[in-house]
């Protein structure tokens, strides 16, 4: 029996162990799947806080069920740990590592690279890696694939290596880790089959095979490209919309209607989160060593850079409405998580809107029931702890950057001075006499 044929029968027949390396929003729940489908799977994590937490049963990730994940832990299918060299014992690892962005909004892959060096140090026969970390095209083949064989062992005669794209989508009701559909492209058609067939075993939503690495890593900076680009219309449309004295929602809220050919995307105060804001510079930045610039990208992404100081310059004009300068003035932003109903602060354009009110002189001060405290730029910023009577009376405006469904909005309608609403979370309070929408 060939290496690949005893590889898919441990796959089949469920004897095969999963490693996962990076233990946060991709990697944990990825684990926590292959664990309850049957796998014994070992987490790996440079972090010793998220290993104890890991071992000792903690869920730290919000859309995966605390129960499901203490059960899998309790059974011992599940477990982590910060030392590599357990690689040995796996037949399976997928790298789940984070691949932000340095300074100059370049690919920073230095937690992919050290990831694969940890894992080529430890790879052997019959063993399968695949990269789920959103990077550039060709991320796979010209920096792992190196990697992996200076091992002195061969893909596709003693290993196999594939990427598929993460696609994971905090707080998302419907869809979740098992029922999203894969996108599978390996070195060879060997380690596709493997791949896929690996994924298969676990996952519900299908998986989807392209012809090779850069195509599934391609595919996922279109995916998010395609949003981002669409983003930056809603938002320059929001723009024009206010000079026009138009309502932007409603005429997207008409425009969605038609039902074909029209997709609804919504401005907002900026991007957020570790996909949108990010991903198309990994594209931008490969553009160019084929003498190409990304004009659309790169205005799109321009556009919405520029909503958190959009945002406070509006405000700046409601206060102005009452003759209150925005120096001094008493500013409360609600919600800092980068979307509705989740703990997730990453690139949260809310950060950038308080960070500008302090450079404008406004006492500003936030409220996010799931997020009390944040780090930003090397500061810890705390919230308020309650959002009482007291608080929303005494603000000179308050600026709506996250729509949680947990605020009571006729409440803060009725309490405040003014309310300037960049997610039109208000939309369906009745009263709207001291409420400005983006």
């Not at 740990?81 to 892959?109: G, N």
């Not at 983003?231 to 449309?237: D, F, K, P, Q």
Request: charged share 25%; hydrophobic share 35%.
């Amino acid at each position: 029996m060939g290496i690949k044929e005893a590889l898919l029968q441990k796959i089949g027949d469920k004897s095969a162990v999963i490693g996962i390396v990076g233990l946060g929003y991709v990697g944990l729940p990825l684990a926590t799947e292959f664990a309850k489908s049957g796998y014994k799977t070992i987490g790996f994590d440079v972090q010793d806080k998220k290993v104890q937490a890991v071992n000792s049963g903690n869920n730290y990730i919000g859309d995966i069920v605390d129960e499901v994940f203490r059960k899998v832990v309790e059974s011992g299918m599940l477990s982590a740990t910060s030392d590599f060299s357990f690689i040995r014992d796996v037949d399976a690892v997928a790298i789940c590592v984070p691949t932000p962005l340095d300074k100059y909004q370049q690919p920073d892959i230095s937690y992919v690279k050290g990831s694969t060096e940890s894992v080529a140090e430890h790879l052997h026969e019959g063993m399968v890696v695949i990269l789920e970390s959103t990077t550039y095209p060709g991320t796979t083949e010209e920096l792992l694939l190196p990697i992996l064989e200076n091992s002195g062992l061969k893909c596709g005669k003693d290993f196999f290596l594939a990427f598929s794209p993460e696609r994971v989508d905090p707080g998302n009701k419907q869809y979740k880790t098992k029922n999203t559909p894969k996108v599978i492209g390996g070195v060879g058609m060997d380690s596709t089959e493997v791949a896929a067939s690996l994924y298969r075993n676990v996952l519900e939503g299908g998986v989807y095979e392209v012809s090779s690495p850069a195509v599934a890593e391609m595919e996922k900076l279109l995916e998010n490209t395609y949003r981002n680009i669409n983003i930056g219309l809603a938002n320059e449309m929001a723009i024009i919309c206010n000079r026009m004295g138009i309502n932007v929602w409603e005429v997207i809220d008409a425009a969605k209607t038609k039902p074909y050919g029209f997709q609804a995307f919504y401005p907002g105060p900026g991007l957020g989160g570790h996909c949108i804001p990010l991903d198309p510079f990994y594209l931008t930045w490969k553009a160019r060593e084929f003498d190409y610039h990304t004009r659309l990208i790169e205005t799109s992404g321009e556009i919405n850079t520029g909503m958190p100081e959009y945002v406070v310059d509006r405000a700046m004009k409601v206060l102005n409405k009452n003759k209150t300068a925005m120096n001094g003035a008493k500013v409360l932003v609600l919600g800092v998580a980068y979307k509705a109903d989740i703990d997730d602060y990453r690139e949260s354009p809310a950060l950038n809107v308080i960070d500008l009110l302090i450079g404008e002189g406004a006492d500003t001060t936030f409220y996010d029931p799931y997020i009390p405290e944040y780090r930003h730029k090397g500061k810890t910023h705390t919230g308020v702890a309650e959002l009482t009577d007291e608080v929303l009376k005494e603000q000179d405006i308050i600026i709506i950057c996250t729509a949680h469904a947990c605020f009571d909005y006729d409440r803060i309608q009725k309490l405040s001075k003014e309310v300037f609403d960049t997610r039109n979370a208000m939309k369906d309070v009745k009263c709207r006499d001291n409420i400005e929408l983006l």
